[in-house]
């Protein structure tokens, strides 16, 4: 029987199924920490090195299992410290539950110490937002949370005073008036399109002769429909970054990610297709898609706030992914003109010999960093699950690993935050400690915050060791590398030196001052060697490789604005003359490759 409200607090955190609770400590949550104590890991707590290591790792936690990520921190600044991890929850649309204290009622409104106006301060970031001034509240504060986390697929915070936290626990609220009974439950809803809608856009479809699908992760558990509509419909399937996991890449037709960091194939695809078909994606970027009018277009989304707004569609069905496309497949007829999916698979043939090509570059004997991601991709192991961090290496994480079915992948997709690939690889390695993990991070967000966070893994070394091998890949470049690309190509000004130098640090040499495993590796011959160490590792591992920073990350089509304003900075930058001996030479890869009567 709870004690204190704090234990009532986490005995209903386990009644709706957490099993740990990821955050750091402070006096404004000593109620609770005490509870954690004497719940003897039901839930654990799992410690960070920072309050938003701690929402990301929850946000993470949501998107590899499809449970709700719990967070928790104490009040004034460890709540503050929460924010931009749980905007990352709430862009990607996963559930997250953050449990925050405050100060005592009764010192309320008198500007006391760390008293900051939480419930103002998480308004924006919340769908559900409440401060428990009465122990008999908690009880459906909590349910209404967790519903509302997992109904609306975003954050819900709890706001917990020290008093309230510490005093007797009232699992059962007075039966008076205003007093409310919940209960814990909640079942996903099937959500059915409009029939008439469905067929319209069957016909629609069956009228395309060129169809584009492009799918996001609201198509998550969908792949066997997603697939068997490209099938029939005689389409390729691009991909936007959230939905990496969606079909496998080895399909002939998937022609892979779309947008700045997209594939060439997928570019000719979705600029050249006559129908253009959406799937649980709100992919943004106007620039990577069709030009308005040029062809018909087709949307399924869950959510019907945001269906039509990417791009103007003829069909607007708002219904779940799985369920709309079961009850679409059998309303479209099978193409029987082919030429168009096999022009597809040519253009993915040829897209996949040019990364090869361009990985297979190397300058002056430094790393390619394309060769990172491409030599490891035949290496992966079965189920391995892929965290990407911010920066220049997402470009390569997204174009050159070639995700198999069963595998899992993510990254901050919408908020685009720095930090996030070090804690999703932790509560991935928490979450499936059979499976192995491996994550893609900068130097700069390493330094900013994953190197701390390899104390966590440190902490937890139990959990972390052995087989399956969990993997923390660093891209040294001493370099804010994609920053300086976007000042180059965005800004048409040249490399700042005093923004974008970032001091070099022996990496793997830290790794193993924290008792982890360090490769390092910045030779261009030993990139597999050092990947094969790594993955036979038997703890966490650190592998440092040091790479070329003046290799471009080429987008699919150059814009001719920002091919003006790369030039103008090329003739100031500091590396003009590596960047464009680099860059003449990646380019001359994909031309050749495009050149007439090359078949693959």
């Known amino acids: 029987m709870a004690r204190e409200v704090s234990d009532y607090v986490l005995q209903r955190l386990t009644e709706w199924g957490v099993e740990r609770v990821f955050g750091y400590p402070g006096d404004g949550i000593n109620g609770l920490l005490g509870a954690f104590d004497r719940a003897e890991g039901k839930p654990e707590f799992i410690q960070s090195r920072h309050e938003e290591m701690s929402a990301f790792m929850a946000c993470g936690h949501a998107k590899f299992t499809g449970e709700v990520g719990c967070c928790a921190a104490t009040s004034g600044p460890g709540a503050i410290h929460l924010l931009n991890g749980l905007y990352d929850a709430k862009l990607d649309h996963q559930p997250v539950v953050a449990i925050v204290g405050q100060q005592k009622r009764l010192a309320q409104g008198t500007h006391y110490q760390q008293e900051v106006n939480l419930e103002n301060l998480f308004s924006d970031v919340s769908e559900y937002c409440q401060i428990v001034m009465h122990p008999g509240q908690m009880r459906h504060v909590i349910d209404r949370a967790f519903k509302t986390a997992l109904t609306t697929r975003s954050v819900a915070t709890i706001i917990i005073p020290e008093d309230v936290q510490e005093a007797e626990a009232v699992p059962s609220p007075p039966k008076e008036h205003g007093s409310v009974y919940s209960s814990v439950g909640w ?7 409009d029939p008439d809608e469905l067929r319209k856009a069957a016909d629609i479809l069956n009228q395309g002769e060129k169809v584009a699908m492009l799918v996001g992760q609201g198509a998550a558990n969908a792949q066997a429909e997603v697939v068997e509509a490209a099938e029939l419909l005689g389409a390729g399937i691009a991909k936007a970054l959230l939905g990496r996991e969606v079909v496998p890449d080895d399909l002939p ?3 892979g990610p779309i947008g700045l960091l997209g594939s060439k194939a997928s570019d000719e695809m979705i600029m050249n297709c006559d129908t253009l078909f959406m799937i649980g994606s709100s992919f943004p970027y106007a620039e990577w898609l069709p030009d308005e009018g040029s062809c018909r277009g087709v949307e399924i989304d869950i959510d019907g706030r945001m269906i039509g707004i990417r791009y103007p569609m003829d069909a607007h069905v708002v219904g779940d992914a799985k369920e709309t496309l079961k009850e679409l497949i059998p309303l479209l007829r ?7 999916r096999e022009r597809i698979e040519e253009d993915v043939r040829s897209w996949n010999t040019v990364m090869e090509k361009r990985a297979g570059q190397s300058f002056g004997g430094k790393i390619n960093p394309q060769a990172v991601a491409h030599e490891l991709s035949p290496l992966l192991p079965d189920g391995a699950i892929l965290t990407a961090d911010s920066g220049s290496a997402t470009n390569w994480w997204a174009r050159h690993i070639k995700l198999r079915d069963g595998m899992r992948a993510s990254l901050s997709g919408t908020l685009a935050t720095m930090g996030p690939g070090v804690p999703y690889a932790i509560a991935a390695r928490f979450a499936y400690p059979d499976r192995p ?11 900013m915050n994953g190197m701390n966070e390899m104390l ?10 052995g087989s399956p091998p969990l993997i923390f890949a660093v891209f040294n ?3 804010l590398n994609q920053v300086t690309w976007e000042q180059r190509a965005m800004g048409g000004d040249p490399k700042f030196e005093g923004s974008q130098s970032l001091p070099d640090f022996p990496y793997s040499k830290y790794a193993e001052m924290c008792g982890l495993k360090g490769v390092y590796c910045d030779k261009p011959k030993k990139v597999t060697s050092a990947w094969e160490e790594a993955l036979a590792g038997d703890r966490p591992v650190v592998l440092e490789f040091v790479v070329d920073n003046e290799i471009a990350p080429i987008p699919p089509h150059i814009m001719k604005e920002q091919a003006k304003k790369t030039v103008k900075a090329g003739v100031q930058d500091p590396q003009k003359i ?14 050749y490759e495009n050149m007439p009567g090359r078949k693959h």
Do not use: H
């Open 334 to 340: 099978r193409k029987e003109d082919r030429s168009w």
């Open 253 to 255: 037709f998937v022609t």
């Open 187 to 193: 079942s996903r809803p099937r959500v059915l399109p």
């Open 437 to 447: 993990v491996i994550c893609f991070v900068g130097d700069g967000a390493f330094q």
């Open 477 to 479: 470049n001493q370099d």
């Open 456 to 465: 966590t893994v440190k902490r937890y070394a139990d959990r972390m060791a």
């Open 578 to 591: 590596g960047i464009a001996a680099r860059g003449f030479r990646q380019k001359l890869t994909e031309m």
